[in-house]
């Protein structure tokens, strides 16, 4: 599933119905930003590009059949190229390649700029909550601002925010992703209930 099934104008409407829904319980400000890729992993596309060419460099030695030592480094470098190329082209094949550690670390670093830049940090009660996509390396971020006291919700909300993970981590799904979202708001209903004088300060309608 591509990054345009949670970003097309059918999906949009539908994490902006989830959010009024938990809007209308709590007094806290959901935000949802999808982003295709988080960072750049160039590295992995060139440790695919020298293994290849390695490997072609190998074949050019070792096997039985001759070839022109003239065309080797040419061709080596196509091998390079080609694979480089390859892993670029093919999503699957550099996150495999690609630390988990290294994904969840850009996701995170990422997912905070994302907070500054939408100006989350901006609500009357600073309690904004940035759900932050990331779909090449299949991570939902959660970013609170200081009004939202992780340790009130508890483990509720740590289910939650798993929940929203896993909707991404085997093959994002949608419907899942939609269903652990609309979980938040009786979680949040219970920590920061909705007042009579709220206003809704920030946009229901996610950042693509």
Same mark, same amino acid.
């Given at each position: 599933m591509?990054?345009?099934?949670?970003?097309d !104008?059918?999906? !949009?409407?539908e994490?902006? &119905?989830?959010?009024r829904?938990?809007?209308?319980?709590?007094s806290?400000?959901v935000?949802?930003?999808?982003?295709?890729?988080?960072?750049?992993?160039?590295h992995?596309?060139?440790?695919?590009?020298?293994?290849?060419?390695?490997?072609?460099l190998?074949?050019?030695l070792f096997?039985?059949?001759?070839?022109?030592?003239?065309?080797?480094?040419l061709?080596?470098?196509?091998?390079f190229?080609?694979?480089a190329?390859?892993?670029t082209?093919?999503?699957?094949?550099? &996150?495999?390649?690609?630390?988990?550690?290294?994904? &969840?670390a850009?996701v995170?670093t990422s997912a905070?700029?994302?907070f500054?830049?939408?100006?989350i940090? !901006?609500?009357s009660?600073?309690t904004?909550?940035?759900?932050?996509?990331?779909m090449?390396?299949r991570v939902?971020?959660?970013v609170?601002?200081?009004?939202v006291d992780?340790?009130v919700?508890?483990?509720?909300f740590?289910a939650?925010?798993a929940?929203?993970?896993?909707a991404?981590?085997?093959?994002?799904?949608?419907?899942?992703?939609?269903e652990?979202?609309?979980?938040?708001?009786?979680?949040?209903g !219970?920590?920061?209930? &909705?007042?009579?004088?709220?206003?809704?300060?920030?946009?229901?309608?996610?950042h693509a």
């Amino acid at each position: 599933m591509g990054t345009s099934a949670f970003t097309d !104008k059918a999906a !949009k409407d539908e994490v902006a &119905r989830c959010i009024r829904e938990i809007e209308r319980v709590t007094s806290a400000e959901v935000v949802v930003a999808v982003r295709a890729t988080s960072g750049h992993y160039r590295h992995t596309d060139y440790l695919v590009g020298f293994a290849l060419s390695f490997a072609a460099l190998l074949v050019f030695l070792f096997d039985e059949h001759e070839f022109s030592i003239d065309w080797m480094p040419l061709d080596s470098v196509i091998a390079f190229a080609f694979g480089a190329f390859a892993s670029t082209s093919i999503p699957p094949l550099r &996150r495999a390649l690609t630390s988990r550690r290294l994904m &969840r670390a850009n996701v995170r670093t990422s997912a905070r700029a994302a907070f500054v830049d939408l100006g989350i940090g !901006k609500t009357s009660g600073r309690t904004g909550i940035l759900v932050y996509v990331s779909m090449f390396e299949r991570v939902v971020e959660v970013v609170p601002d200081v009004g939202v006291d992780i340790a009130v919700l508890g483990a509720p909300f740590t289910a939650a925010i798993a929940a929203l993970d896993a909707a991404l981590h085997r093959g994002p799904s949608f419907p899942r992703f939609t269903e652990a979202l609309r979980a938040l708001g009786p979680i949040l209903g !219970k920590a920061l209930p &909705r007042m009579a004088d709220d206003l809704n300060e920030l946009p229901d309608e996610p950042h693509a």
